[in-house]
């Protein structure tokens, strides 16, 4: 699966309060529908919020990162819907990656709808071990591609080459739990963490709507 072009920004904000970040999701949709078509450079966007209901991961791809800081800039002048809700909410953890698609792969389910998926990022010393942890990534697929419910992986590289972040689907939770039940599943996630510096930051996420809004399509 060859990779997208563009630059990926995917912010995941981790919220007190009950129903919290499924505010921040129609925030954000609102935003996405308003804001982004009209910015220049914009490709299409997502969000995701987790399974336990406490954090939203948001992920917008931009042509250039040009783009990208062009629009920060103009946003953070005049607010958005999304921005406005979130600096009155109260966030107890957040995490900013911005980089650029790797080559991933596809699973049996890859034209099944998208009902679950992880989205984990690893820090490391240098490029060259992200790199390598894509090979492991990339190996593991040579057998991934056999699991029932596994839709794709689709892998990123951050433009300081000090994160790795994958973000792997599939059609429902039951999916990944059989996935996750592989006994080659452990010998994978080992030799990848060979690689890094910290144990793994992983979200696991359902999709709370299909709001990929892609304005070059």
Same mark, same amino acid.
């Not at 909410?89 to 080559?103: C, N, S």
């Not at 992880?118 to 699991?147: C, F, M, N, P, S």
């Given at each position: 699966?060859?990779?997208?072009?563009?630059?990926?920004?995917?912010?995941?904000?981790?919220?007190?309060?009950?129903?919290?970040?499924?505010?921040?999701?129609?925030?954000?949709?609102?935003?996405?529908?308003?804001?982004?078509?009209?910015?220049?450079?914009?490709?299409?966007? /997502?969000?995701?919020?987790?399974?336990?209901?406490?954090?939203?991961?948001?992920?917008? /791809?931009?042509?250039?990162?040009?783009?990208?800081?062009?629009?920060?800039?103009?946003?953070?002048?005049?607010?958005?819907?999304?921005?406005?809700?979130?600096?009155?909410?109260?966030?107890?953890?957040?995490?900013?990656?911005?980089?650029? !698609?790797?080559?991933?792969?596809?699973?049996?389910?890859?034209?099944?709808?998208?009902? +679950?998926?992880?989205?984990?990022?690893?820090?490391?010393?240098?490029?060259?071990?992200?790199?390598? $942890?894509?090979?492991?990534?990339?190996?593991?697929?040579?057998?991934?591609?056999?699991?029932?419910?596994?839709?794709?992986?689709?892998? +990123?590289?951050?433009?300081?080459?000090?994160?790795?972040?994958?973000?792997? !689907?599939?059609?429902?939770?039951?999916?990944?739990?059989? +996935?996750?039940?592989?006994?080659? $599943?452990?010998?994978?996630?080992?030799?990848?963490?060979?690689?890094?510096?910290?144990?793994?930051?992983?979200?696991?996420?359902?999709?709370?709507?299909?709001?990929?809004?892609?304005?070059?399509?």
């Amino acid at each position: 699966m060859e990779p997208e072009s563009g630059i990926f920004v995917f912010d995941s904000i981790k919220v007190a309060g009950d129903g919290v970040a499924a505010s921040l999701a129609v925030a954000f949709k609102e935003t996405m529908g308003k804001e982004y078509r009209q910015a220049p450079g914009f490709l299409s966007a /997502r969000f995701y919020l987790n399974v336990t209901g406490d954090t939203i991961v948001t992920r917008v /791809r931009w042509d250039q990162e040009r783009d990208l800081k062009a629009y920060s800039t103009a946003s953070a002048a005049r607010g958005t819907a999304f921005s406005e809700l979130l600096a009155q909410t109260e966030i107890t953890d957040r995490a900013l990656f911005t980089g650029t !698609q790797v080559r991933g792969f596809k699973g049996p389910a890859a034209d099944e709808k998208v009902g +679950y998926c992880v989205v984990a990022t690893r820090r490391v010393r240098e490029r060259e071990d992200a790199h390598k $942890i894509h090979e492991v990534l990339l190996k593991t697929g040579e057998w991934k591609h056999t699991i029932p419910g596994f839709v794709s992986s689709t892998p +990123y590289v951050s433009l300081d080459g000090t994160e790795f972040l994958n973000n792997p !689907q599939w059609v429902d939770e039951d999916a990944f739990h059989v +996935y996750m039940n592989n006994p080659g $599943i452990p010998g994978g996630l080992a030799s990848a963490q060979d690689h890094a510096v910290a144990e793994p930051c992983v979200i696991s996420c359902r999709i709370s709507s299909d709001v990929d809004i892609d304005v070059a399509a």
